[in-house]
């Protein structure tokens, strides 16, 4: 009985210790590349308050037209706030990915996927064509996170893009 108890014990210790601990997320923000097809540019941040600010591009600008014209006429800016079933597993997945590496090649006709988290008090950059199979989840919610319903047209708006510049 001793050495049942003493099992039970060890069993549940492990357990705790291989969980993740909870995310102290700031933001997440995700980008998508055009594509030679017609592959949407999403531009997403989702912030620690759950509220989220969304646009999409069309891919397939025309060269002639003007940036100002070109944004008027494909780009609708929109804010919201995620739903706490989405928030909550966009926490669990950011958890789950902490030490994924984002490395591959970029190589052919599929979008880049930007993703810049901050969380944890670090800020963590990725960009890849080809994610790894343990960000497939993340980037899946991301996604569903884009076709959020519950948003409100809202005047143009700039969402960070890329790696800062590094000072020496």
Known sequence: MRMKLSLLFCLILLSCSSEKRPVDFEKIIFHTSPCFGNCPLLNLQVNKDKSMLF??????FSPKMDSQKQDAQENEYYKGTVSDKLYNELLT???KTDTVSYKGQNCCDAPLKTIIAYYNGKRKYTQTMFPPEESKKLIS???EICE????TKTTKFEIEEGEPEKFE
Do not use: Q
Not at 55 to 60: A, E, L, Q, R, V
Not at 148 to 151: A, E, M, T, V
């Open 141 to 143: 919610v991301l996604y």
């Open 93 to 95: 997945e950011i958890a």
């Open 55 to 60: 646009y999409k591009k069309k891919s397939g």
């Open 148 to 151: 959020s319903k519950n948003l």
